[in-house]
């Protein structure tokens, strides 16, 4: 292999090899401290490889991977999540009754297959990828083997995924018969022989992968797997699951479909339009009636997709820039608010009724403000990043006056509005004394116990590392608000229009 070539794979080869020296160190000798400590420094290593890689606008590796500017950002913002996941995993694993080590390789081989994903030029990367990551978070959301609710969520986990691969596989099948290429590069010439002659195979192709796609994302109607398995999985595998694997299938739907112009071609974008409009009511709607919070992350995560589609069928060099700016935002808060509920999880179960944040504020008021500030960003409010994510969509949509989907998105930002501030004012709610159950000794709705019960001051399960991470989580979600000139500069030199 030629070394230009092996500089292009290094970051790739140093998270295999981790994974392969984390799995013979356990064969030797099981510690979870050696273990995590293998693991940050795999992960190092791999953004410090980032450095000596090359790209440019062609720049492929080989003829299953192409290292751009587009890929090796997202390479970047991967491993570095991964690197926080690890570090909140470590806090939340200790003690537990669970073997801790595994759950570091299958960190690495999922962010691995993210990796690959995202830097993929042919479909042959393109499915190996997507299964890495799957298989790998197919063990990591049961990774509680002893709780039904963990073996539950990875069984929903499970098989809608193994269907949605069924579909990506038959859909590659049929685009592949059509148009004689597995590479990417090449759906540029199927797009203009998909609708003359009105052929249905590349036509199916082109939707079975978008379903499949669809699946991964869990978008509106292949959304009803979501919100069981961020309720059951750990609150760690929940934060990779909502990040590196939605980030790195929407980064590729991107570069999937960069070829095809969709305003041009209205059956796709009529669908992509009602599914986007779907993904932001139904996500909105559902979220407003939960009292757990992982299950309000889920259902938000849905609609949080749903605005990510307006930038996506808006097309063009401000979509990519658009796309990019949200899922780094989108990365920081959802990690800072996963981040707060692993810190405060114990041994037996997940800190995620919303009910137990009552006075969060006045029994840690850095875990309260850090919660706040995340769910602050997630509604999109101003100065902080998720507001800048969200006018940049709403600036796409305009410019391609998509007005039907900004109508929609600000009607459903202010509905977001409710459920965010719901939780909000309950962290800073004061503490109330027990009161006795109605009649009949049981509460009078689901949850009501909980929200009566004075909250305990438990030890909050975060390491000092964990601490810094958060920290670092909430100065970046205020400085992208308050100054984001350089981010948006650093982003429109480094992406290159995939």
């Given amino acids: 292999m030629p070394p230009a070539e092996v500089l292009h794979l290094l970051p790739l080869i140093v998270l295999a090899a981790g994974a392969v020296v984390t799995m013979l160190g356990i064969a030797v000798y099981r510690s979870h401290g050696a273990t995590f400590v293998i693991t940050v420094g795999t992960l190092t290593l791999a953004v410090a490889a980032l450095r000596f890689t090359p790209f440019s606008a062609d720049g492929y590796a080989t003829a299953l991977l192409r290292f751009d500017g587009y890929a ?8 570095l999540t991964a690197l926080a996941i690890a570090v909140m995993a470590y806090g939340y694993l200790r003690g537990r009754a669970v073997v801790a080590e595994e759950l570091y390789i299958l960190l690495l081989t999922a962010t691995l297959g993210g990796a690959v994903l995202v830097s993929s030029a042919h479909f042959t990367s393109f499915f190996l990828g997507l299964e890495l990551l799957s298989v790998s978070l197919y063990a990591l959301v049961a990774y509680h083997r002893r709780q039904p609710a963990d073996i539950e969520a990875g069984l929903k986990y499970l098989i809608p995924a193994a269907a949605s691969s069924s579909f990506l596989l038959f859909g590659m099948a049929l685009v592949y018969a059509h148009a004689g290429t597995m590479e990417l590069a090449g759906l540029s010439r199927l797009a203009t022989t998909v609708w003359q002659p009105r052929s249905l195979i590349p036509l199916a192709g082109l939707g079975m992968i978008s379903v499949g796609i669809a699946f991964k ?12 398995v961020y309720e059951g999985s750990p609150a760690p595998v929940t934060a990779l699951i909502a990040t590196v694997s939605k980030g790195a299938v929407f980064a590729l739907l991107l570069r999937y479909f960069a070829a095809l112009d969709l305003q041009v071609y209205d059956p796709f974008f009529t669908v992509f339009t009602v599914v986007a409009i779907a993904s932001m009511i139904v996500g909105n709607y559902l979220a407003l009636w939960q009292d757990d919070l992982k299950r309000l992350l889920a259902y ?20 990519v820039t658009t796309v990019i700016l949200y ?30 944040y009552r006075g969060l504020a006045y029994r840690h008021p850095f875990l309260g ?18 507001f800048l994510a969200k006018f940049y969509v709403l600036l796409a949509g305009v410019r391609s006056a998509l007005w039907l989907l900004v109508l929609v998105l600000i009607a459903n930002s202010v509905v977001g509005l409710f459920y965010y501030l719901r939780v909000i004012i309950t962290i800073y709610q004061p503490m109330q004394a027990a009161q006795p159950p109605p009649a009949g000794g049981e509460p009078s709705q689901p949850g009501a116990a ?29 400085g992208m608000g308050v100054y ?14 995939p």
């Fill in 72 to 79: 090796v950002f997202f390479l970047g913002l991967f491993l």
């Fill in 217 to 228: 994302l869990a978008l509106v109607p292949f959304h009803f797997w979501a919100a069981d």
């Fill in 300 to 319: 938000s995560s849905i609609a949080h997709m749903g605005y990510l589609l307006v930038a996506f069928l808006a097309g063009g060099r401000l979509a």
């Fill in 327 to 356: 899922l780094l935002a989108y990365f920081l808060m959802t990690l800072a608010a996963f981040g707060v509920l692993t810190a405060l999880s114990n041994k037996e179960t997940d800190f995620q009724h919303i009910g137990a």
């Fill in 369 to 386: 403000m850090t919660l706040a500030v995340a769910l602050f960003s997630l509604a999109g409010i101003p100065l902080t990043a998720g």
């Fill in 450 to 478: 909980v929200l009566q019960r004075p909250p305990t001051r438990r030890a909050p399960s975060a390491t000092i590392l964990g601490a810094v991470v958060l920290i670092v989580l909430v100065v970046s979600l205020i």
């Fill in 484 to 497: 984001p000139g350089p981010v948006i500069d650093w982003i429109d030199t480094l992406i290159m229009t």
